[in-house]
């Protein structure tokens, strides 16, 4: 099978279209990896940070409850 200069021309053509295509598809795909990639960061740092806030409450919370019981002892005693 033989292929004229513009058969080859026309396959060229469609190549490139379909490699456009492609790389096209590419970009759009990647970005919404990168997006979700972020969103899902957000979370997670949206996350650790109410973790640390509610730590830090309930760490407090303790070094209070602790130091009203020393305190109501203390009263009771003097």
Known sequence: MTLT???V???IKQTE???ARQLSQAK???SKIV???RKKSAEIVS???DDSVA???ATLDAAVMKHQSRLTRFT???
């Open 76 to 78: 009771k005693r003097g």
């Open 28 to 30: 759009e795909e990647a």
């Open 9 to 11: 021309l026309r396959k």
């Open 17 to 19: 279209r379909e490699a």
């Open 47 to 49: 996350k650790a940070s």
């Open 5 to 7: 200069m513009a058969d």
């Open 55 to 57: 730590n830090t409450q």
């Open 35 to 37: 997006s979700d990639a």
